[in-house]
């Protein structure tokens, strides 16, 4: 037997001693409940957690919100690089070709962005990148409404998009789609700014803030990708906040959920997907007129 072995094999090998004399060791109860009850753990690595929702809502037939949500992190002895992105489109009622429009969009975002990057992180690279990441984010906006205009010409679209890398978030941002930050001690604050008849009429005084939400009009906006030849998206940079949520929604969620009930869906969640559903499942409940999308994401570590 030993020479068949041989002549398929070659010779057996000899075993050797390992150096690693590690074993592993049952965890005793008091360890696992101080792991179990630690409420404010801390990660010796920084990451992204991120998590998405979505429904046709109670009222329409068709769904023309599209969301799109990727959260890498890539971590070593150089340290890690946690990068992010998250977009929501909101094709626009009563255009043809809402949805088509929506998909072109982030579609079209998030591969012109991957393509930037993709060196960037997945390749050993020490020069910087060309562009900064508001002028990707500004070209890859404009890649979107050409698309939209070849794809399905004459519909439109809400976008907004955040790009995370690292502590920093770069917003893309078009129509009444919002950004907002939410924070453990309550608070909310929004962080892009509606394109809406409605709000720019609130902004220049001619309406109060409660004269808004219920003005007959709110849905009309004045700017939106696909839509006119000259696009003027807004474009900023932020800095992620810790601890805080990052919230995107369509106006199919905050449009009919208030801000207290946004903010207790999303603090009193045991992580962000049930936080997801529970939303979804509120603007349901508030009657579900329109589509909703959220996508909920927080830096951690």
Not at 116 to 138: C, G, N, V
Not at 260 to 279: T, W, Y
Request: net charge negative.
């Amino acid at each position: 037997m030993n020479k068949i072995y041989n002549w398929l094999f070659g010779p057996k090998p000899t075993p050797t001693k390992t150096l690693d004399t590690a074993n592993t060791a049952p965890l005793t109860d008091q360890q696992l409940q101080s792991i179990v009850s630690n409420q404010n753990p801390r990660f010796d690595m920084q990451q992204l957690i991120a998590a998405g929702g979505q429904s046709v809502g109670k009222q329409r037939e068709l769904n023309e919100d599209s969301l799109l949500a990727i959260t890498s992190t890539m971590a070593g002895n150089s340290g890690n690089l946690p990068f992010g992105l998250y977009i929501i489109a909101d094709g626009m009622g009563g255009h043809q070709f809402g949805e088509v429009a929506s998909n072109a969009a982030i579609r079209t975002v998030a591969g012109y962005v991957l393509r930037k990057f993709h060196s960037y992180l997945f390749q050993i690279k020490t020069d910087t990148m060309d562009e900064s990441f508001q002028e990707i984010m500004l070209a890859a906006v404009s890649e979107a409404q050409r698309a939209i205009q070849r794809e399905a010409p004459g519909s439109g679209t809400t976008l907004t998009a955040a790009l995370v890398l690292g502590q920093q978030i770069t917003v893309a941002h078009v129509g009444d789609s919002r950004a907002y930050f939410v924070y453990p001690d309550g608070r909310i604050e929004a962080i892009t700014r509606d394109h809406s008849l409605v709000k720019r009429l609130e902004e220049l005084g001619h309406i109060s803030p409660e004269e808004a939400e219920n003005y007959p009009h709110r849905n009309v906006l004045y700017r939106a990708l696909g839509q006119g030849e000259i696009l003027e998206p807004d474009i900023f940079t932020v800095a992620f906040p810790q601890p805080a949520t990052l919230m995107i929604c369509s106006d199919g969620l905050w449009g009919v959920v208030s801000e207290q009930d946004l903010i207790r869906s999303i603090n009193e969640s045991p992580n962000l997907q049930r936080a997801c559903q529970n939303l979804v499942t509120a603007a349901n409940t508030a009657g579900g007129p329109d589509n909703i999308s959220v996508v909920l994401a927080q830096l951690i570590g």
